[in-house]
């Protein structure tokens, strides 16, 4: 069966701090892959997705970037955080067009 | 272009009391639609998926939830409200790879 994983689950930086978050996915080759940021209280924002390595596409501009370096790795870095860089990120696959989204357990990141 | 509109960013129910959570889609050509649940701190969890096979779809824990294409909706319902229940929930629709979720709706039960 597919799984996703997603670390670290917690994590606290000072501002200006580097960020690299990293997203695998197991049991499926060539997935649909995003990246989601949702803030306290509120609905996801989509940040990135991607339909094959390195094919992204940016859905915000921000301060963030992404990366696929393998089939099933996606992993969201920074080379600076912001204040407003807090909150809570998820990782999701999918399996091809119209198919649901399967969603890791999430990072939930704080900035000091 | 795709969207989902929430009814109600909070619902509260009694223990034990129907629970209906309002979905309301804008789509011209037919939609993909996926009810989605969220704890506290943990991802998504797909709740039940509607692909056209039927219009009323069962999912897990009980729920499910009619496609209505004349009243372009698909509410999610429960017969009957469990504390564990607690959550939020997010309706979604998918056209290919794009997904559009609603801001969610965050069910309290009360005992």
């Known amino acids: 069966s597919q799984t996703i994983h997603q670390w670290p689950a917690t994590l606290v930086q000072p501002v200006g701090s580097p960020l690299s978050l990293e997203c695998t996915v197991e049991?499926?080759?060539?997935?649909?892959l995003y990246w989601y940021r949702q803030a306290a209280g509120r609905g996801l924002q989509l940040l990135f997705y991607?339909?094959?390595?390195?094919?992204i596409s940016s859905e915000v501009p921000q301060n963030l970037s992404a990366s696929r370096p393998q089939d099933r790795q996606f992993i969201l870095s920074s080379k600076k955080l912001l204040l407003s860089d807090s909150g809570f990120y998820l990782c999701a696959w999918t399996g091809g067009s119209n198919q649901p989204q399967h969603f890791g357990d999430g990072t939930r990141l704080s900035i000091l | 272009a795709q969207s989902v509109t929430q009814l109600g960013s909070h619902v509260s129910v009694s223990e034990g009391a129907l629970v209906l959570l309002r979905c309301n889609y804008s789509s011209s050509v037919p939609p993909y639609l996926f009810w989605y649940v969220q704890y506290p701190n943990q991802g998504l969890q797909l709740l039940l998926k509607?692909?056209?096979?039927?219009?009323l779809v069962k999912g897990i824990n009980g729920f499910e939830a009619e496609f209505k294409k004349s009243e372009t909706s698909f509410h999610l319902t429960k017969p009957s409200a469990h504390m564990s229940d607690a959550a939020e929930y997010f309706c979604a629709v998918t056209l290919g790879n794009q997904f559009y979720f609603g801001t969610g709706t965050s069910l309290t039960v009360i005992p």
């Open positions: 509607y692909t056209s096979a039927a219009t």
């Open positions: 991607s339909i094959g390595i390195d094919q």
């Open positions: 049991g499926t080759s060539n997935p649909n």
